[in-house]
Every structure is written in structure tokens, then in C-alpha cells.
């Protein structure tokens, strides 16, 4: 039997094995630590994956697609009619300004006259912009309206703007009535008028 030779048998000191240093027990904070970066890495790596599949797709050769058959009859995109009964920034021709004009310092948005279905009336519209308040924009179309023979007509149908007042009139017992309704919005930096209608051509 051979006999196992001790370290000291030939002069040498062989320093003693020490454990590994134990690392401290990370706190729950520093746990958490560790799931959100393993989370972001986890999605970084993820969205690495997914740009190379594009990379690689985009890549890749396409079969060819057969060109658009010129006789094949397929419409074009139409283009869009132009309403020449409507304007933008502007009075459109023929809008009654005499009856329904635009108050003072009023910026025009947009309008439109056209003849009702029966071709009575003509209906109207007619959107501004004003710096002047509810009440004085309210007050100017009262008055106007008022002195064309239009008289407010109560009204309890609820609305969002913030003032609505319709006006009414006939000029004659087998005349159509005519109708004007007034609305203001205030967004508290300026004020948006709506006027719908029908009138009398002229």
C-alpha cells in the first residue's frame, strides 16, 4: 500500500482552503431592482428580435406580382364635386346679407344658400367667429331680425351652445314662415356663432 504523503512531509506549507466571502442577501427593494432591469432587457431584447424578423422580411426576395391590367376597367378615384352652393371664408353668391347680415368685426367661416326641397324658401347657413360677448351678439341678430318683422319664438329644446335663440315670421297669411335660429358658443376666448334657416329668396 502506498502511503498518501502529507504536506509536511517535504517542508512545504500548503495555506489553508478558505470559503468564498458569502454575498450579503439583497434587500426587497434590491430585488425588485433586479426584476425591472431583467423585465427592460427581457423587452429590449424582444424588440431586437422582432426588428431583425423585419429586417430579415423586408429582405427576403418577393415573388413578382403581375402588373395592373390596363383593360381591366377599374375606376379611378373620383374626385370630389365642388358645392357651389357653399363657401368657405366667405359669403357664398346669392346669400340674403340684406336679411341675415354678418355682425360687425365678425370673421366669416363658412356659408351656404341653396333652395329648400319645395323651392320656397332658400336655406341658409352661416358660421362666424366674434370677440364681442353672448350677450352683445345675441342683442345685434335680436334687433336686426327684429326690425325685418321676425319675432322670437320660445324654444325648450336643449342645446350645448351657450346662447340659442330662434326667430320667426310671415309676411303674409298664404306666405311660407320663415325661420332663423341664432347660436352663440363662448370658449371664453372668443365667441362661435351658428346661424340656420329658412328665408325668403331675395
Do not use: K
Amino acid at each position: 500500500m502506498v502511503a498518501r504523503a502529507r504536506a509536511g512531509d517535504y517542508g512545504v506549507r500548503v495555506p489553508p482552503r478558505t470559503r468564498a466571502a458569502a454575498h450579503p442577501a439583497l434587500s426587497p427593494a434590491g430585488r425588485a431592482a433586479v426584476v425591472l432591469v431583467a423585465a427592460v432587457l427581457g423587452s429590449t431584447l424582444a424588440g431586437c428580435q422582432a426588428d431583425l424578423g423585419d429586417v430579415q422580411g423586408a429582405a427576403a426576395p418577393r415573388e413578382e406580382q403581375p402588373a395592373p391590367d390596363a383593360d381591366s376597367g377599374a375606376p379611378g378615384t373620383p374626385l370630389p364635386d365642388y358645392d357651389a352652393a357653399s363657401a368657405v371664408g366667405d359669403l357664398v353668391e346669392g346669400f340674403p346679407a340684406a336679411l341675415v347680415p354678418v355682425a360687425p368685426g365678425a370673421e366669416v367661416l363658412a356659408s351656404s344658400a341653396r333652395p329648400s326641397q319645395d323651392g320656397a324658401l332658400v336655406d341658409v347657413t352661416l358660421n362666424l367667429r366674434s370677440t364681442d360677448t353672448v350677450e352683445a351678439l345675441t342683442a345685434y341678430y335680436t334687433d336686426t331680425l327684429g326690425v325685418a318683422g321676425f319675432a322670437v319664438s320660445p324654444s325648450t329644446v336643449p342645446s350645448a351652445l351657450t346662447s340659442l335663440t330662434t326667430f320667426v315670421r310671415t309676411t303674409a297669411p298664404e306666405a311660407p314662415t320663415e325661420s332663423v335660429a341664432v347660436g352663440v358658443f363662448d370658449d371664453e376666448t372668443e365667441r362661435l356663432v351658428t346661424i340656420s334657416g329658412q328665408v325668403a329668396a331675395g
